[in-house]
């Protein structure tokens, strides 16, 4: 039986990534008068590198502008990456990330259900409260059984840190719970702690692996394009169909051992 899902935040809940954080790195960029900016394709490829300020650092060894004294790296990291975060807040604060379709329904379907819910995920928790409380209102950390962020957990993903705090926190096994990841690296890291996951692909990782994985799919406000494939009967991935894919798994797992 499921009694938590975790979630993911950055391109799990909304497309943090691409309208949200980008946008703010570039804004940084421009107030500090750094002469280089983002584009999709680069952001793209510097998502392989877990955390906003270890990002800031890994590129940094790629511009020939950039500060030669590591020092003066990590200065200019750490302060673009705080002013990055104030304009992240302020692009949530406008209303301009929304959820991700069948996100607030699948939240909604847990609420009636008694089935407790969770954030684990890298990003600071400044970052987590601008987009919930926009959201889910100033009391929003009252939806949630536990919340932890790089604050808590600064091993990042894919370090399972974040997902065995809050399976203590919850005082629930591995199998009692199920992650919401779209990144590889959260994947990685919620599987190593034993946690089944479902992948909802986002823009920029459409193509995470999904061996393993509970289910993986496109969207929660839709049923195409799930494998395994969906309840095509109903209108989106509802806390029905994930406790449907749970038992599977389980009945799946509990016969292997019988047979052996």
Known sequence: MIRAILWDV????AETEHDGHLVAFNQAFDEFGIPWRWSDARYAELLAVTGGHERLLHDMQSQERAPADPRQRQDLAERVHRLKNTRYASICARGELPLRPGVRELLQDCTRAGVRLGIVTTTS????EALLATHLGRDWQSTFAVVISAKEAPKKKPHPQGYLLA???????????????DAPAGVAAAQAAGVPVIVTRSHYFDATPSQGALAAGPSLARTEGWNPPADAGAARIDLAQIMRWQA???????????SQ
């Open 248 to 258: 599977r798994r389980l009945g799946a797992k509990a016969a292997a051992t019988a």
């Open 167 to 181: 399976l203590e926190a919850l005082r629930l096994r591995p199998h009692e719970t199920v992650a919401m990841e």
């Open 10 to 13: 950055d391109g799990t809940l």
């Open 125 to 128: 928790r400044s970052n987590v």
